[in-house]
């Protein structure tokens, strides 16, 4: 009998699995893909590597920290300030990076410059507890500048609805934002393998292409049925999404609102602005950056392009068109230096709205060894630093489990 069965392969299982692992526990993961890694895996076309979308690790996140903790090396560099700039229709304009650059902006007026000012500093020292976000936001008057603000939100959390976010979690986005993000060398698949090696140095087994279809539990074990075998252990940690979870467990959990983004995934053999590295629209939930300006992701330059999509919201062609049209207006002339291009119309960020105490915990029954990680449980932190920190919650509760009943 196992001490522990992870199921998942992504982020979340692959830490949990260290976790346990280096405490020395027998550990399984269980994963439906060929490949581990999830939503982490990258892809390599011509030589190119594309992440699935734009990807960032924060300097000061939880996922970092826990690499460092797991001895998993990255490399990249910090995204620079150089070559930023906000749109807006047919303009662009360098985008504001500090109070000096708030102050003087030409495209602000002086009261949206004053109230986008109180905004920052309300997030950056904790003062917006008890209010939504919405309701900060519309405390900025100024269009353009209320714009820019709603930008630089959706950037942290991804989320293009200030409706669906409390405050507080925007403004520890928005906090954490300011230590810096790190675009890594050979994208994230070199996180994915750097954990998958530890764990596999640390004893863990892996069984991939198998599905779960059924998982029973009682007090002291799990039997966990996939389409090859069943497995008996003394804990699991489900790294998952709560879909599964309900169909295995019979739960009626998560919200069922995930955050999605349309991604345009490009490949080009120059940048025909070199300057050009980064652009926000203050109108539209748009973005665009070139990776490969702080990261080796190839033999040219990767760009990625994105629409954060509200819920509801479906992308097709006129979505592609409008991505393919901000990559144009930012960098002119793009089109005849393609090399590679991926569209994702409809990519899951997270798997629920990233607020809140009605997430559910790490413990699924308290009364069974049964537990979950991912970037929609309830903990620190947003999306993969969300998936860190639960992670290493769920195998620390699977640990205490396992030595209270030794």
Known sequence: MKDSIVIGGGLAGLIAANIAARAGLSVTVVEKSKSLGGRARSAVRDQFIFNQGPHALYIRGNLARTLSDLGIKVTGKKGAPRGTYIGRESEFASMPTNVLGLLTHPWFSRKGRVDMIRFYGRAIMGRMNGSALAFELDQIKDAKAKGFASSLVRLSTYNAEPERIVAHAAADQLKLATGGVLYLDGGWQTIVDGLEKSARARGVEFLTGQKVEQIESSRDEVRVH?????????????????????????????????????????????????????????????????????????????????????????????????????????????????????????????????????????????????????????????????????????????????????
Not at 263 to 274: G, I, K
Not at 291 to 301: I, M, T
Not at 375 to 385: A, E, I, K
Request: charged content about 30%; overall charge negative.
């Open 226 to 406: 996939t389409t090859e075998r069943i497995i008996e252990s003394r804990t699991a940690i489900l790294a998952t999404d709560p879909e599964s979870e309900n169909a295995w467990l019979g739960t009626k959990i998560g919200s069922g609102k995930k955050l999605r983004a349309a991604c345009l995934d490009v490949a080009l053999d120059r940048l025909p602005e070199p300057d050009h590295i980064f652009a926000q629209d203050i109108a539209e939930p748009l973005y665009l950056s070139v990776h490969s300006a702080s990261a080796n992701l190839g033999p040219g330059q990767v760009i990625h392009v994105a629409r954060y999509l509200k819920e509801g919201e479906e992308a097709g062609e006129g979505t592609k068109k409008q991505l393919r049209d901000f990559l144009a207006r930012f960098q002119p002339g793009s089109e005849d230096r393609i090399v590679q291009e991926r569209f994702l119309p409809d990519m899951i960020v997270a798997h629920d709205f990233q607020d809140t105490t009605e997430q559910p915990g790490v413990e699924i029954d308290s009364a069974k060894p049964l537990f979950r990680a991912g970037d929609w449980v309830r903990g620190s932190g947003m999306l993969s630093d969300r998936s860190a920190f639960t992670a290493v919650a769920a195998a620390e509760k699977a640990m205490a489990r396992i030595r209270a009943k030794s």
